[in-house]
């Protein structure tokens, strides 16, 4: 463990094997609070599988993944979830028949209750925060429209609005761009900016332009292990990231 850093995320010596194959193998990287770190590498490299073993969809075989002090190699999903790790797979799962102001009410933490998701009391902070998320997710005028009619990148921008009402301290994010346009690229870097003024963020990306907008600093996965690591300029630069990434 490096010592004296405030860390909110130490994950250390990560192992997951499957089989036998080590899909992360032996990996170990520190987030600090605020950070908007990318992972990139080449398909297959494990990066998707880092982030379904801290959000406990995947157990590791062995190593540590320590957020803010709690171990959550050893918690439930549901239990990390509830500790401030949102999660956003690759697809985007909004619930096309409600409208954008039902998807984000839905997604609003409410804690135990024995009322349905939709039936429970819709208050003025309920309200408030609600049309606060969609101004900055850019739907603050489509609140009233069915999710179905929203673009693909709306939709996307939808799930991450509904993974902020959570305010999670750490949020996943796994190819967000993938097939959104050059205008809703910009856009969501805009919003990624924002987001990280109140939690750190991992983003898995293929797109460089789009890590350059956003990236704190880039860890380069190949094999299940850290090959690189650093500034964009640093890894764009590594001989080693150009060889199996990069170059091609
Ligand atoms: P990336 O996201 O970097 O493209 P993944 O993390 O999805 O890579 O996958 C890394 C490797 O692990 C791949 O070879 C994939 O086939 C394998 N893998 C991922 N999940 C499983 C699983 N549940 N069972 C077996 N193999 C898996
Ligand atoms: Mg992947």
Not at 117 to 143: K, N, P, Q, S, Y
Not at 179 to 189: D, H, L, N
Request: aromatic fraction near 6%; charged fraction near 25%; include cysteine.
């Amino acid at each position: 463990m490096q010592e004296n850093h405030n860390f909110i995320l130490a994950v250390e010596d990560l192992t997951v094997s499957f089989d036998g194959f080590k899909a992360v193998d032996g990996l170990s990287f520190y987030i600090e609070p605020n950070e908007c770190r990318v992972i990139i590498g080449p398909n297959g490299a494990g990066k998707t599988t880092v982030l379904d073993l801290i959000c406990g969809r995947t157990r590791a075989t062995a190593g540590s993944i320590d957020f803010k002090g709690s171990e959550l190699t050893r918690m439930r999903e549901d239990q990390i979830v509830h500790a401030g790790v949102g999660r956003k797979f690759q697809t985007p799962s909004v619930y096309e028949d409600l409208s954008v102001f039902e998807n984000l009410e839905i997604s609003y933490p409410r804690g135990h209750t024995v009322l349905g998701a939709l039936t429970f009391r819709r208050d003025a902070e309920v309200e408030a925060r609600i049309r606060d998320i969609a101004e900055t997710i850019f739907l603050g005028d489509m609140l009233q429209e069915r999710a179905a009619i929203l673009s693909h990148g709306q939709k996307q921008w939808l799930e991450i609005g509904m993974l902020l009402i959570q305010d999670p301290q750490l949020m996943m994010l796994d190819e967000p761009v993938a097939g959104m346009s050059v205008a809703e690229r910009k856009k969501t870097a805009e919003l990624l900016n924002r987001i990280i003024r109140d939690r750190a963020v991992i983003v898995i990306e293929h797109d460089m332009g789009f890590v350059a907008d956003i990236a704190t600093r880039v860890t380069v996965m190949h094999q299940g292990k850290r090959l690189s690591e650093g500034s964009m300029a640093h890894v764009q630069a590594d001989p080693k990231v150009v060889e199996v990434y990069l170059g091609h």
